[in-house]
């Protein structure tokens, strides 16, 4: 009686033990190469959604070639889709020079950029979306090289002071519009069609103008932090410089309130 | 003290009442019209040569001058002020004294012809506000700027007249209606499409039929017209229109839109010396109806206007891929959930004939290879799988519900009259020049089957229930009897 009770212990400690480790072999596996897999899942969802336009090899240069869009006021822009393999990189929170955080291109690639006709993508698991960034960092070698730079490169904080949009910080940043010449690209009304507009390109050599104001949303969004973000950040790889050292911080906002203004966000 | 208060109070009162008596008298007796005539006289004697000429200048009457014309219904006392309009001794006189400019009074005589009808303004009117209707006056044609007078002589006078005599830039606003594909979207007689409004009689309507709310400067029409050729939202903030002219341009196209009157004038005033039929070859059909909105056709662009994607309709890859009856059949119905007009004769009133040309036009550089046919009806299709890939490979640019529109490239793809083995052809060789990319083995890698589903999802979204029960049983029956 008692062997066969001994004997059935056994049995059940050893079936346990084995269900136990079936349970774990997969989960062990798979902290171990998580890595891996991320990119493999990357380049999935890459290859289906991305790669049509971005290209295969992330250089841009997919199948669907070149956008073409008419503003409102007739003019027509040929938009190329970014070339990724150069970890140049527009809508950063970063400061110029600097490769994006990951929650510069998450915010992207979730919410596209409406303007260019870049789709957005929150309707994806947040999982997905992230095996994207993972995979893309391939494309370049500067993501590897780049990677102690970290101190520098930290997002510039944005504090929005109380006054930005009043009347008075309009009138100063309509001075500094014209003192630092943003109408030679914007134009004096801001429709984008100063006297250098024409020659405007981008670093590849690639006829760029510069934003009409009075035409829509900011690819970024029109927010006044994110237009901040951009007079301090600049938009790298496109005309548009950082003026982080040019201009002080408070100048910066007054030059934001003066683009609502021009946006007619303001009156 | 009290009693003599009051009455050095009463004095002054009547004083001032008698004051406002003699000013209103002074003014009725003396109306400006009176100064005028007699400054007029002055005038003319003063600048008499010799005895005759200053005799018949004083016995010059003054009083109320008026052109009385049956046939328009109209009686014009304009040269109660402009006295020396047919004066040659008054050319280099001021206005109101000046001769009338140029020598169209040679055959528009003041006394047949009056001067209301050209210039507009208010005939009967006394003083000079009325007359001319300017600023706040309530007149619903006030004197017509001189850009656009030209509008006017189109009353009586065909373009082609005055294209070479005298009225040019009515006849250069015709000719740009034209060119500029007004009538893709605005009917004239009863032809054209159906976004915008129809322009009939649009030269002789009310001022009260236009939203002056944001018209800068004085509220006329042609004010308005001519502010909204320069931002069509900005005077209406929802309109559609495209618009992208120059200055001149801008000022030749008002004179030419003021033109459509709805009222004729008399027989006995027109004088059309040579009738032109506007050029009907398929370039300037194609021009007329089509240009404004697709262009050039060869690359499908975003219009941030319509807020949806404009197909190329003159691209190789499409015409490769079509024949002229789908494509005629698209023209004449339209497309439902689109921009696209329904031109048939008895909508946007292109006659069949019509419709022909604008076809052999677009269609003039087809490519002479022909897409090696897909067989769409030769496969099996299941619609569950083509939602699937769908919602991967399409939705993206075509949207969730195929319909395309605003932020997506892709255009709409519900329509009934696309045949499955016309959109299966596309899917796999792609549109060059536009951003739909083979899907086939040449581009994507899709497997003809994949596509097959594909487009068996996209008939289903397009078809009703019933519809897409039918037609499957229709090719099921048709594979049977193979």
Known sequence: MGGCRKRYKIIVLILNILILSLVFVPLTHAEEDIHETDIELGKKVYNIRCEICHGSKGDGKGLVGVIRRVEKSGREQVIYPWDLTQGVFRFRTTPSGCLPDEEDLLGIISNGIPISLMPSHKHIPLKERNAIIKYMKTFSDRWEEEEEEEEFCQPITVKKPEWVGSPFSVIKGETLYKKMKCWECHGHEGKGDGPKAKDLKDDWGRIMPPFDFTSGELKRGSSPESIYITFTTGLDGTGMPSYEDALKEEDRWYLVSYTLKLMKKIK | ?482
Request: hydrophobic content about 35%.
């Open chain 2, 1 to 482: 003290m009290h009693s003599k208060f009051y009455l050095s109070l009463l004095l002054i009162s009547a004083l001032v009442l008698f004051a406002f008596i003699a000013i209103a008298t002074y003014n009725e007796l003396a109306p400006e019209w009176k100064r005028y005539q007699t400054e007029y006289k002055d005038l003319l004697i003063k600048n008499a040569t010799d005895e005759a000429t200053r005799e018949r200048a004083e016995k010059i009457e003054i009083g109320m001058q008026q052109i009385y014309l049956r046939d328009l219904k109209k009686a014009d006392r304009c040269t109660s002020c402009h006295q020396g309009v047919e004066n040659p001794l008054m050319t280099d006189a001021e206005i109101p004294f000046k001769k009338h400019s140029a020598d169209y009074l040679e055959n528009h005589p003041v006394a047949e012809f009056g001067c209301t009808v050209c210039h507009y303004g208010q005939g009967r009117a006394m003083n000079i506000k009325e007359a001319h209707g300017e600023e706040h006056a309530h007149w619903d044609f006030p004197i017509i700027p001189t850009k656009y007078i030209q509008s006017t002589c189109a009353q009586c006078h065909d373009f082609e007249m005055l294209k070479q005599e005298g009225g040019e830039n009515v006849a250069k606003g015709e000719a740009l209606f034209r060119e500029k594909g007004c009538m893709g979207c605005h009917k004239l007689n009863g032809v054209g499409g159906d976004l915008g409004k129809t322009l009939d009689g649009l030269g002789s309507k009310a001022r009260a039929y236009f939203p002056m709310k944001y018209v800068v400067g004085d509220r006329t029409i042609y004010n308005w017209i001519r502010q909204h050729f320069d931002d069509p939202r900005k005077i209406v903030s929802e309109s559609e229109m495209r618009s992208f002219l120059t200055e001149e341009e801008a000022d030749f196209l008002t004179t030419y839109v003021l033109t459509f009157r709805s009222e004729q004038m008399p027989r006995n005033y027109t004088l059309i010396k040579n009738i032109v039929i506007p050029k009907t070859d398929g370039e300037s059909l194609y021009k007329m109806y089509c240009v404004a909105c697709h262009a050039e056709g060869k690359y499908s662009v975003y219009d941030e206007i319509f807020k949806r994607t404009i197909p190329a309709i003159m691209n190789p890859a499409f015409l490769r891929t079509i024949d002229d009856s789908h494509i005629k059949k698209i023209v004449k119905e339209g497309r439902t959930g689109t921009h696209m007009t329904a031109w048939k004769v008895d909508a946007a009133g292109l006659t069949d004939e019509e419709i022909n040309k604008i076809i052999n036009y677009i269609t003039m550089n087809r490519p002479e290879e022909k897409p090696e046919p897909f067989g769409f009806s030769g496969f099996k299709n299941d619609p569950k799988h083509g939602e699937e890939l769908y919602k991967v490979r399409c939705a993206l640019c075509h949207g969730e519900d195929g319909k395309g529109g605003e932020r997506l490239l892709g255009i709409n793809l519900r329509s009934k009259d696309d045949d499955p083995e016309f959109v299966a052809l596309t899917v796999r060789e792609g549109r060059e020049g536009t951003p739909m990319v083979p899907f086939g083995k040449k581009g994507v890698g899709l497997e003809d089957q994949d596509i097959v589903d594909i487009v068996a999802y996209v008939r289903t979204l397009s078809l009703s229930q019933r519809e897409w029960t039918s037609e499957k049983k229709r090719g099921e029956e048709k594979d049977g009897r193979m």
